[in-house]
DNA sequence: AGACACTTAAAACCATCGTTTTACATGCGT
DNA sequence: ACGCATGTAAAACGATGGTTTTAAGTGTCT
């Protein structure tokens, strides 16, 4: 399958920058230096492409953020940001731009969501030392807050995401 | 101007149900009731199209904003999902298709966002007796982080984010 | 050597893209 | 009745869309 990450590697950095339907095969094909035939071997269609790219970046993203507290967190994002760009969640504006129309499509971008949600909920509770579900998801909000903003004000926002979550986190401590 | 009140209209709807690229001419055209030869002569170009749409939308969502206190500017984003989806952004949304590429679409979202930045530190002002920037940006984050959340998971999660802003506000009160 | 899996380049497929053009029908002020 | 702006329908424009096919070139295993 290396020739299967070669392609996603440049199909997804198409993807990204140009968008979706935007972007037409033979841009793809000459990015990736396959040819067409093996790209529907390998991948069936359009959006069978696509789902293999979320699927990719799903994994490649999750992997970033493996760390502790809701600092790490923050500045996980950003230094994603400064590495990949700040052009906003790609799952988001894959499901913009198809509509929820394909399912597979639209599959892999609610197990992202849910995934992310799940390792914000795992941050919280070893920051707090119990499970705290409104708070979690307010650092979610902040968390999505912060990518969307981002677009178009870079990735400097994501301190200020930063601070509001440790404020957050600091109220929701069982000391004081 | 009625005319192209009413081709707004209807390119609105099918942009931002469909997107902006995946949508053709010949949808626009039909779903406007209007030959193609009247769109152009008004609007020049599809891009031409898409900033008035944007032009118009940015108005319509502004007044829908006009309220006092965070309580009342969340209900009224409920309100808009409710009425006109969960789709996200559109602006953000035409930001990521177009990829900055269109100076006069990336001219009016940032004017759209600009002024909705203002209005909420309006908003922020009238509740804490003062200007709060980092509080304003704080509740932005809610407000965009409610926007992108609710894509996949509907209007519901404004209620949460509103919660959160009201927490926000309370801390940041003078008063004891 | 021969078979097999895998690749390539290039053309063909039909559909649609955004845009312009041609030719014709209105309504309105004077 | 005239001119003029404004509208229509429909065809044409060249380019590109996603997908499949054809024909030929690799290397590897037995």
């Known amino acids: 399958m290396d020739i299967g990450i070669r392609i996603i590697a ?28 093996t790209l529907y071997k ?21 992997r970033r953020l493996d760390v502790r507290g809701v600092v790490a967190l923050f500045d996980a994002l950003e230094d994603w940001m400064r590495v990949e760009g700040t052009r906003g969640c790609l799952f988001l504006r ?22 992310l949600h799940r390792r914000l909920g795992e941050i919280v509770e ?26 178009y004000r870079g990735p400097e926002v994501v301190s200020t995401a930063r601070t509001a979550a440790e404020a957050l986190i600091r109220d929701a401590r069982p000391s004081a």
Chains 1, 2 share one sequence.
């Open 10 to 37: 440049a199909v997804e950095r198409l993807f990204d920058t140009n968008g979706f339907v935007a972007t037409g095969m033979d841009r793809l094909t000459q990015a990736s230096d396959v040819s067409s035939r």
């Open 42 to 62: 390998h991948f069936g269609s359009k959006t069978g492409l696509m789902t293999a790219v979320l699927s990719a970046r799903d994994a490649r993203f999750l």
């Open 94 to 115: 894959t499901a913009g731009e198809t509509g929820g129309r394909d399912a597979g499509i639209t599959a892999v971008i609610y197990a992202h969501k849910k995934a």
């Open 126 to 151: 070893v920051e707090v030392g119990r499970t705290d579900e409104d708070l979690a998801e307010q650092i979610l909000f902040l968390f999505e807050g912060a990518t969307a903003e981002a677009i």
